[in-house]
């Protein structure tokens, strides 16, 4: 029987087991949402702007590992999720966004909310397809499917003019692809394997250093196992928490411009380093000059143009994580390889010893609330089991310091392109994911002001989210490189006339709380927990000149840490100004 | 180094651009591109020139096999190779000149295309070199036009880019 392009689109997306698409309607995908009014497996989420249908579909696949589905129209529908699309793009998400496009026969003409969606977005997808033609819109979905969550992964968009949406043809999708140029290596090189291994044993001072990559190919507990098979510490970036459970002993925290003093001094220091699933990005490795002078570098990760790009590897390794670890601890058990234990052991006493410098230690007081304290509460109160997601920005960087991830996909934030706004959407995502998990969004009153309109969305469908504002009047990371690297020159860093938050979480139909007391943090938590049915919007007044601490500042090398109450920190060289 | 890179590339809409907007967006250079569809309807053929440090290099090599797109690529400086450019100059040809002009096109083993009382045109291939050897040769005065196709070029030996 002929199908419709419309209806060619729906049953593709049943057939790739498509449970929610998020999106906004448009006078370019009218046919599409008449499909799917007329069924009901697909489930259409209308979010309240474009940028939060990416967002939503984002959060919904990093907390399930799915793909997320996106359907704008054209034109504002496209551009307005063009964040969206960016944001996922950075940290490698898989995502699909469907966009309308003016019929095949105005392309070109500057036509009624026409726009060049396949241009707009070619730097920021993985790849992009315009159909043109009816006949190929099954298999083209079947390939964005496909380049969209193998490799990889990351965000492909289909641009599909109206009139092929209304063409009909004879539904056939295919079962399998097979794109001759495109075909990614999961399988790591043995020899390599087997190389780095043997590196791995010679070490005295070993480190691993594992990214969002480990999350993203569900090698967790591959990862898991060969940590602990050598007992070597390992440390997160702010993409990788959760691969590893940040509670055990092994693990020494995130590394990087805020991370653990331990992190990044054994990351200094360290004579062999493995990095899977990680890209050495600058947040992470500070001063490329001053990166792990001593270190011999094992990169596994599955997509070749990481290795190599911003440090050499002496053992590079293209495969997917969960293949090549297992490689790995196969090789390590088969032929019962140990590590120097005895070199282990004074490795360990002096990271010990970073360690307790207890670098995340935080001035207490019972006038203001420290925002560190109520992520420390939030974790108690929720037992250390919620699905966090998060904005960009200070809040952000408390969030991953003082909860501790102990599983995968628990962490949901933009860590690669740094969108504020992120959290809310996200959030929203991750709970139709996860219905009866908690699921928390820590922002800020900033970063919650760029997506607020998705507070209506959460309420539409039921998905009830804990909101943490950790509210301190100021763009908090502006505002800390300010007084940093600026003399305290605050430009435009205060938020002045914020609404109330209370009245306004009450507009939406959802529960407000200002909290303004330190010793009202945890009572209103519990409360706030209790009410599983409801969106509560807490907003916590805390200290407006609290500064993320440890910093390495822009320029440093990972072993020029900043310590809180025990570095002034008062400038940066030049090449360092000139970093963001 | 200046190197050669040699791609095939599914002939689809778009497919140019992306290359293109690889080497913007990334920051790296080109020198010369050109691009041609092949035997087989379903590639094009692009060749192109770039600078680069060996570490710049193998990020563009490793950025190219990324697009998907990208059907096989070959580099070939990394060996023997064969390398021509087409060039085009129209020239002034009157009076003394002439004559000059059709002696200096022959040392080049240039052929004239085209004539007029007042002008020739000289077709010339070569590699880069030659081609910039020709302009040189020519007093500036009398180049009225010039133009090239940019760098194509194949490797040498019994193996051979297909699919």
Not at chain 1, 229 to 255: E, H, K, R, S, W
Not at chain 1, 288 to 317: G, M, Q, T, Y
Not at chain 1, 364 to 371: F, R
Not at chain 1, 534 to 563: H, K, S
Request: glycine residues 8%.
């Amino acid at each position: 029987m002929e199908l419709t392009g419309a209806e060619i689109i729906v049953r593709c997306l049943k057939e790739e087991g498509v449970e929610y698409v998020f999106g906004y309607p448009g006078g370019a995908v009218l046919h599409i949402y008449d499909a799917l009014h007329v069924q009901q497996d697909i489930k259409h989420i209308l979010v309240r702007h474009e940028q939060g249908a990416a967002h939503a579909a984002d959060g919904y696949a990093r907390a399930s590992g799915r793909t997320g589905v996106v359907l704008v129209t054209s034109g504002p529908g496209v551009t307005n999720a063009v964040t969206g699309i960016a944001t996922a793009y950075m940290d490698s998400i898989p995502m699909v966004v469907l966009s309308g496009q003016v019929p095949t026969k105005l392309i070109g003409n500057d036509a009624f909310q026409e726009v060049d969606s396949v241009g707009i977005t070619r730097p920021c997808v993985k790849h992009n397809f315009l159909v043109k033609d009816v006949t190929n819109l099954a298999e083209t979905i079947k390939k964005a499917f496909f380049i969209a969550t193998t490799g990889r992964p990351g965000p492909v968009l289909i641009d599909i003019p109206k009139d092929v949406t209304a063409a009909k043809t004879e539904f056939v999708y295919p079962k399998k692809i097979k794109m001759r140029s495109y075909n990614p290596t999961v399988k790591g090189h043995a020899g390599q394997i087997r190389k780095a291994v043997d590196l791995l044993l010679s070490a005295q001072r070993p480190i691993l250093y594992t990214g969002g990559g480990v999350i993203l190919s569900e090698g967790s507990k591959e990862l898991v196992e060969l940590t602990r098979l050598l007992g070597y510490p390992i440390t997160n970036t702010l993409m990788g928490l959760g691969a590893y459970p940040a509670t055990d002993p092994q693990f020494v925290g995130m590394l990087g411009m805020h991370g653990t003093y331990e992190a990044n001094m054994a990351m200094h220091h360290c004579d062999v380093l493995v990095a899977i699933g990680a890209r050495f990005d600058d947040r992470v490795t500070g001063d490329l000059k001053k990166f792990c002078p001593e270190a011999r570098i094992i990169h596994v990760d599955i997509d070749p143009s990481s290795i190599s790009k911003n440090v050499r590897v002496d053992i590079p390794i293209v495969g997917s994580v969960p293949q090549v670890l297992s490689a790995m601890i196969k090789v390590l058990k088969e032929e019962k390889l140990e590590p120097n234990r005895k070199a282990l052991s004074a490795w360990w006493r002096q990271i010990d010893e970073w360690r307790a410098i207890e670098s995340l230690k935080y001035q207490h007081t019972d006038k203001i609330i420290k925002p560190q304290l109520v992520i420390e509460k939030l974790y108690e109160v929720t037992r250390g089991q919620a699905i966090i997601t998060s904005d960009v920005g200070q809040h952000q960087m408390w969030a991953a310091q003082y909860y501790h991830f102990d599983r995968p996909r628990q962490w949901i934030n933009s860590g690669g392109l740094g969108t504020m706004g992120f959290g809310l959407p996200a959030a929203m995502g991750a709970k139709f994911a996860f219905p009866d998990q908690d699921v928390v969004c820590v922002t800020g009153e900033g970063s919650i002001q760029m997506m607020l309109q998705e507070l209506s969305t959460i309420k539409q469908y039921q998905t009830p989210v804990k909101i943490v504002n950790l509210n301190n009047r100021y763009l908090g990371m502006v505002r800390q490189w300010q007084e940093f690297f600026y003399q305290k020159r605050y430009s435009m860093s205060y938020m002045d006339a914020l609404p109330d938050f209370v009245k306004l979480a009450e507009a939406y139909g959802h529960v407000g709380m200002l909290i303004d007391r330190p010793n009202d943090i945890e009572g209103a938590l519990h409360e706030a927990f209790a009410m599983k049915d409801r969106t509560v919007f807490m907003d916590f007044i805390t200290d407006p000149e609290e500064n993320v601490y440890p910093m390495i500042p822009a320029g440093g090398g990972q072993n020029e840490m900043l310590l809180a109450g025990r570095d002034e920190m008062v400038s940066t060289h030049e090449e360092g100004m000139i970093l963001v | 180094m200046r190197h050669i890179i040699s791609i095939l590339l599914e002939n689809e809409a778009g497919a140019l651009s992306r290359v293109a907007n690889l080497f913007s967006a990334r920051g790296y250079n080109i020198e010369s591109l050109t691009v041609a569809p092949t035997e087989d309807a379903s590639l094009s053929r692009l060749t192109l020139v770039t600078q680069g440090t060996d570490e710049i290099i193998e990020q563009i090599v490793k950025q190219l096999n990324k697009l998907i797109d990208v059907v096989k690529l070959i580099d070939l400086t990394e060996g023997a190779y064969v390398e021509r450019e087409l060039m085009l100059v129209k020239v002034k040809a009157s009076g003394e000149q002439r004559a000059e002009m059709h002696r200096l096109a022959s040392i080049f083993r240039g052929r004239i295309v085209d004539v007029t009382d007042a002008t020739y045109t000289i077709e010339l291939t070569g590699t880069g070199d030659k081609l910039d050897g020709f302009i040189n040769a020519l007093e500036t005065d009398n180049l009225l036009e010039v133009v090239r196709s940019g760098v194509t070029g194949i490797g040498r030996g019994q193996k051979a880019l297909h699919v």
